[in-house]
């Protein structure tokens, strides 16, 4: 079995964090080995071996195979051997009980009857990479039902995904969670190998379409040059060769957030997180807001070259990048390149997680409300759409589960109206249907957008499309169908006609099917808001001839259903039901007040036409493109640095913000504002005394000494 096989099982067993115990093992097995050769020699002759370079050491150092993104890799080789041998007395008598049946286990050999040595594999202590699967899984199972404190759910760990992988109940993470709280992670566990999109790319089209696209070939050296420089593999990202190389730290560093130690809010969060989960923030380091005033002044002087030189001396500072991006989407610039600079936040980002974050468990979480948190939300949700874009639509799903899991609960950019979107379009037809039963943390039955869905996931498995899937003859689907048809009726008008399924206009024109109330010229409702993005979204999903057959009939049977008006005493109950979730849905949405939420998911979501339906106060209010829709707990330290002097320069227009049409007084605002930011820049640097001579975190190889030994690096880089 390879390492990668090795790891790989080990991170679907919850056993991320024993990689040091698994290391201590194999050292014992082969000293074992060791110990049983020399008492065959001759006495007074040391016939052992040296022993075997420690399989474990080489998997986690093994460039090749996936990371999870939660280690940290700051400290030193040193270190971590001075961890592994600090044990607890718990960890120490699990270790030694395995030690104890391997040794036990390779005295006997392959053929218990055989003399000792003469086995299969001649007596030997094998290596966690020869064992077969079996062998190995063996292993982790005795050492799982022996280990202390283990519970009777930790040993019948749930399946998740068709039984590929199996989410543990956190024991191994730190905390203990609840039935509810862990069919809900299972719903936000990511598989690390789909969020590589040009995996996915060369599973779709090949390896042709990759070097067709640029994506593969050529730069060997620079690559190279790259891991070298690159202290920390990356999981949401994959670095590129003609990338700056990453020589300094970004300065965006993560930390867990401790209750006690936070403000009364964070503490009110914390204790009535639902969620069982680990909470973390972001922070930057000084050198980071020394740059980052220079960044504020660039963009409030409307001066997108500025943004691109600090872009360039700083290639890794996130805010310029993410600035930048939006800069070139938006006044028709490469969108290849747009989405490179975002990929490039992401991994400046990672770089700075914390030992304990995870971007693939669904157990981290982060503090929205601090604006140094906010821009790995933005990246995200980012990288999320120029996924979508390139067609990649299974890593836009996984991406799409990172970000829910930062915060499951608020969900800072709604992303739960596109969750849906990608699972469909990855054919992953069985977690839409696993995610509206299991999924509890929010009312995921009172949206018209899974409601919809969970109907066409649910025709997609009856017909067959999904994967191993046989086609049925159940009607699950079309009942499905008619129930949202029902309670979300102002769906029908607006999806059927994007999606042109052939029906009379005077059944679209049906009473049942009109808005519950007037709607304002001006701005929509809520309820308006969420079906218009929804069939703006969604609506390419049911053109085909097949699924617009299936419209038709559910349209029919709902509108007998209406005829009927639930008298009939079959239908009495779920009639009853499906009135009760209809008033619940209307008393929800239908009303002018936008959640902060959705006003922002709508804002960043690249839906023109949606956008100008958002209430007044918000499409008039302006706000970063790097930092949309600032939270009304918003907790800025650029504000407590000056002593909240940043309040105005926050109203300024920036370039790719929003809502800055036909503001005259911008250039006099502007005017006004530059001097205190001068002044603000002034003070920030005295503030940081003799540290200018250090080399900013991020800085390019192009501001460095020639004779520093990275020559190549510096002669390649080009620009951001």
């Known amino acids: 079995m390879s390492s990668r096989a090795v790891r790989r099982l080990l991170k679907e067993r919850g056993y991320d964090d024993l990689a040091e115990t698994a290391a201590h093992v194999e050292s014992k097995a082969q000293q074992a080995t060791a110990t049983e050769t020399g008492s065959e020699s001759e006495e007074g002759m040391d016939n052992t071996k040296p022993a075997q370079a420690n399989m474990f050491d080489l998997l986690m150092q093994d460039n090749g195979s996936p990371d999870t993104g939660s280690e940290k890799n700051s400290n030193s080789e040193g270190e971590e051997e001075n961890a592994a041998h600090s ?19 390779r005295k006997k050999g392959k053929g218990g009857n055989k003399k000792k040595g003469k086995g299969k594999r001649g007596g030997k202590a094998v290596a966690a990479a020869d064992m077969s699967m079996a062998e190995f899984e063996a292993q982790l199972k005795e050492h799982g039902a022996h280990s202390p404190g283990a519970t009777a759910n930790e040993k019948d760990s749930r399946e998740v995904d068709g039984g590929k992988s199996k989410a543990g109940r956190g024991e ?3 905390v203990m969670l609840t039935d509810e709280q862990q069919h809900n992670r299972a719903l936000l ?84 997180d639902p969620t069982g989960g680990q909470w973390f923030t972001i922070e930057h380091s000084m050198r980071f807001r020394t740059v980052q005033l220079e960044f504020l002044e660039a963009v409030i002087t409307n001066d997108a070259d500025a943004i691109a030189a600090l872009a360039h001396h700083h290639p890794y500072h996130v805010d310029a990048l993410l600035q930048l991006s939006e800069i070139l989407k938006q006044t028709g610039g490469d969108f290849g390149e747009a989405g490179t600079l975002v ?26 409300r601090r604006i140094e948190s906010r821009g790995l939300f933005l990246a995200l949700f980012r990288h999320m759409q120029f996924m979508s874009r390139r067609g990649c639509w299974r890593t836009a799903l996984e991406v799409n589960k990172v970000l829910l899991g930062l915060d499951p609960v608020r969900d800072p950019y709604g992303v739960l109206l596109t969750l849906d979107f990608f699972a469909l379009k990855s054919r992953q037809y069985e977690y839409v249907r696993r995610f509206m039963a299991d999924w509890s943390w929010s009312r995921v039955d009172l949206l018209p957008n899974w409601a919809y869905s969970q109907a066409l996931a649910e025709f997609m498995l009856e017909s067959g499309d999904g994967k191993k899937s046989k086609k049925s003859e159940g ?19 607006i999806l059927w006609t994007k999606a042109g399924v052939d029906v009379d206009p005077v059944v679209l024109t049906h009473p049942y099917f009109e808005d519950v109330q007037i ?48 008298t009939d005493e079959r239908d009495i109950s779920a009639s009853t039901a499906i009135v009760t979730r209809k008033q619940q849905a209307q008393k929800k949405l239908c009303s002018y007040v936008v959640p902060e939420n959705i006003s922002r998911h709508v804002l960043v979501a690249d839906m023109d ?29 650029y504000d407590d640095l000056v002593g909240g002097n940043m309040e105005g320069v926050y109203r300024l227009r920036m370039p790719g913000a929003f809502g800055n049409e036909g503001d005259e ?47 190549e690096a510096a002669a390649d880089h080009e620009g951001p």
Do not use: C
């Not at 990929?343 to 503090?367: I, K, P």
């Open 87 to 105: 044990s607890k007395p718990s960890e120490k008598l699990q270790t030694s009980q395995i030690d104890d049946k391997i040794a036990s286990t």
């Open 172 to 174: 191994a993470l730190g």
């Open 189 to 272: 566990v990511v598989e690390a190998k789909y969020l590589n999109s040009e995996a996915e790319i060369r599973r779709l089209f090949g390896s042709a379409a990759l070097k067709d696209s640029g994506g593969g070939g050529g730069g060997g050296g620079r690559r190279r040059f790259m891991q070298r420089a690159i202290a920390k593999r990356s999981s949401l990202t994959q670095p590129k060769p003609t990338w700056p190389p990453l020589l300094h730290a970004p300065g965006v560093e993560m930390r867990q957030l401790v209750e006690t130690d936070e403000d009364k809010e964070m503490q009110q969060l914390i204790a009535a």
């Open 343 to 368: 990929e490039r936040a992401l991994f400046a980002f990672e770089q700075g997680f914390a030992a304990r974050f995870s971007v693939t468990n669904g157990m981290s979480r982060l503090d929205f």
């Open 475 to 493: 009607r699950a689907s079309m009942d499905l169908l008619v129930e949202a048809i029902l309670v979300f009726p102002t769906v029908v008008p």
């Open 519 to 566: 709607p304002d010229e001006s701005a929509m409702t809520y309820m308006q808001l969420m079906v218009q993005m929804f069939a703006e979204r969604n609506s390419a999903l049911y053109r085909t001839p097949e699924v617009g057959r299936w419209l038709q009939e559910g349209l029919l049977l709902a509108l007998e259903r209406i005829a009927i008006g639930g």
């Open 609 to 637: 036409a949606v956008k100008a339906g958002l209430p007044e106060e918000v499409r008039k209010a302006t706000s970063f493109a790097f930092d949309p829709l600032p939270p009304h707990n918003n907790i800025n330290i």
């Open 665 to 711: 007084d911008n250039e006099e605002l502007v005017a006004a504002a530059l001097p205190a930011i001068r002044g603000i820049m002034e003070r920030l640097r005295a503030q940081l005394g003799g540290q200018d001579d250090e080399i900013d975190p991020g800085t390019s190889s192009d501001e460095e000494d020639s004779g520093s030994g990275n020559n």
